[in-house]
């Protein structure tokens, strides 16, 4: 794949304090208005460098790789994850950090998808983006790339890096990625994390939440992941579901799981149809992932007689993972594993801190 490069050089004379690679792949920061129908498309990245002279300031050597198309991050796909997995694998030795400019409509799940994807991760990987274009005046982008700069190259006093996992920095707040949401279509304030807390807070100061941050591991070699499995399905609960609806996602042909995307503390209907057909469906291996609708909070299979028997049928608790982390973790864990019973395991335990236990 031919992706163009850009180098830029610190303008100090003082000594660099290491190197980033940002990669672009597109999303609102990098849009213009197109003329015709005021449609926001993707933009040319070499423009973007431009609106930001500010970057040439910092004291690292940063160095800009866009992707071939840049797109609007609704397209995006596992086959873009395991690209951008690769380009990082294939740079790790080279720089020091890794940011990615993404559109915020999936960042959640390109951050979680990462996340499987690198690990063994032992350095930055920060996704940022903007709710404006680069190029409008009141733009959110100059100072979430800055500050996603400024994390990357953030150093502990003994030259270890600060943040050493896939991270989404957003209007001030450095979260882990794959705990993160997007919550918010219009405002700055546009990603969230209930049930972790952020790991950053950039003021005037930018202030570390230690105990959350991952610790730094010494001789932990990246493992770069590159199969993602995606027979796999939502079913959300609502009131009035019907068996037709159940039936026609669980009969999917080749469906290796889903992420069943319960009330409250992962409760379902106890309608005996829809426990037959939770149940049959695991007696032909399909793994069910049992997932909040709310934000907040965890499943708590059994509390309630309406999770009691979705626990005895065999159905696993997602905990307090999100459903962007919950669908990616899937597909991962599907792409690394045929066998059922080693699935469940997986999908029960956290691998990238995704979940609670
Ligand atoms: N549709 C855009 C995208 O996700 C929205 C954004 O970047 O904020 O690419």
């Known amino acids: 794949m031919n992706y163009s490069k850009i180098h830029i050089n610190p303008i100090s004379p003082a000594p660099t304090s290491g190197s980033v690679l940002v990669i672009y792949t597109g999303g609102t920061l990098g849009m213009v208005y197109e003329t015709k129908d005021r449609q926001l498309v993707p933009f040319n990245f070499e423009q973007i460098i431009e609106k930001v002279p500010e970057i040439s300031r910092l004291d690292f050597e940063i160095t800009f790789l866009s992707l071939p198309k840049p797109i609007d991050s609704s397209n995006v796909n596992p086959e873009i994850w395991v690209e951008l997995a690769q380009i990082i694998g294939t740079h790790y030795d080279q720089y020091d950090s890794f940011v990615i400019l993404h559109g915020t409509d999936t960042m959640a799940y390109t951050a979680s998808a990462l996340s499987y994807l690198l690990e063994n991760l032992n350095k930055p990987v920060i996704l940022t983006g903007a709710q404006l274009p680069i190029g409008v005046a009141r733009s959110d982008a100059r100072e979430n790339v800055i500050t996603a700069l400024e994390l990357a190259a953030a150093r502990n006093p003994d030259g270890t890096p600060i943040i050493a996992e896939v991270c989404i920095y957003f209007n001030s707040s450095l979260l882990r990625g794959n705990r993160s949401k997007k919550k918010e279509s219009s405002d700055f304030n546009a990603f969230h994390s209930e049930n972790y807390p952020p790991l950053a807070t950039a ?155």
Request: hydrophobic share 40%.
């Open 203 to 357: 003021g005037v100061h930018i202030d570390y939440n230690f105990p959350y941050i991952k610790p730094y591991q010494q001789n932990a070699g990246l493992i770069v992941h590159s199969s993602l499995n995606t027979r796999v399905a939502f079913l959300k609960m609502f009131p009035g579901i019907s068996p037709e609806v159940v039936q026609a996602i669980l009969g999917i042909e080749n469906l290796r799981g889903i992420v069943l995307e319960t009330f409250g503390a992962g409760n379902a209907t106890t309608d005996i149809w829809f426990l037959s057909a939770i149940s049959k469906a695991i007696e032909k291996e399909i793994v069910i992932f049992n997932v909040s609708q709310c934000d907040g909070g965890r499943v708590a299979q059994g509390q309630y007689q309406t999770s009691k028997y979705l626990q005895q049928a065999g159905v696993v608790s997602g905990s307090d993972i999100t459903a962007e982390a919950a669908i990616t973790k899937m597909m991962f864990v599907f792409g690394i594993e045929t066998d059922y019973q080693k699935c469940v395991q997986l999908l029960g335990t956290p691998l990238r801190g995704e979940m609670s236990i």
